[in-house]
């Protein structure tokens, strides 16, 4: 028996499947901003900020690390509410994705951090910086030069890793799979665009954030 391929549910789908592409770049993008945001804030409080604050960042980061990216996105959405805070699909997913991708990216920045030359603290310091002023003067950018590959492969992770936002009902790419095999029975077709979709979209994004990085790091390689 052989399987005769289908694709012409196409034409009357596609607008579905361009608001999945839309709501997973979006989703992927505030992510993406917010989350390394989060990243850098939780980097520097682990590797130079005062002792108080560096136990619950360590506790926020090994929760997160340490647990599925689904139970996190379960907990913000359905376990939440029981505290009187409500989240629309959108929100949780966003939430979720800037929580985990925050995480992540701390240990990668912290990484670049520490491989620092202590020599640019002691520059800051000559130049009658504050702790504060130092680090985002001096230290930030060679750190993020440093781990920029490692983080864009982290941001594209987190992108894949959206698909499961689907199982609350956000309407990402396979989201708009789902439905369409659902409506067509055609799995195999609807799962085959999907994929191919999000593997354009993960080259795309490689080579966007490996762009970014050769603009904001002339001087070093960011492939």
């Known amino acids: 028996m052989h399987y005769i391929f289908n694709f012409s549910w196409i034409t009357e789908y596609y607008p579905i499947i361009l608001k999945g592409i839309g709501v997973t770049i979006e989703l992927t993008l505030i992510g993406g ?9 939780c980097a520097w409080a682990r590797a130079l900020g005062p002792k108080w604050i560096k136990p619950p960042v360590a506790i926020y980061v090994e929760l997160i690390r340490n647990t599925p990216f689904i139970i996190q996105l379960f907990f913000i959405f359905f376990g939440l509410p029981a505290t009187s805070v409500k989240l629309t ?18 240990e990668i920045i912290r990484a670049g951090i520490e491989a620092t030359p202590k020599g640019q603290f002691e520059a800051g310091k000559a130049l009658a910086l504050r702790p504060l ?24 992770i ?16 396979t989201f708009a799979a789902n439905f369409i095999q659902s409506r067509t029975f055609r799995a195999f077709e609807a799962y085959m665009v999907s994929t191919a979709v999000y593997l354009l979209l993960a080259i795309l994004l490689r080579q966007i954030l490996a762009l970014i990085g050769r603009r904001i790091f002339p001087q070093g390689a960011t492939r």
């Open 133 to 156: 002023q130092t680090f985002r003067l001096i230290i930030l950018i060679p750190a993020l030069q440093r781990i920029w590959p490692a983080l864009s492969s982290q941001v594209v």
């Open 158 to 173: 987190v992108m894949l890793g959206s698909a499961v936002v689907s199982q609350i009902a956000a309407q990402d790419l």
């Open 33 to 41: 901003i917010v989350g390394i945001a989060l990243g850098i804030v």
């Open 89 to 106: 699909e959108m929100e949780a997913a966003n939430l979720a994705m800037i929580i985990n991708l925050g995480a992540y990216s701390c």
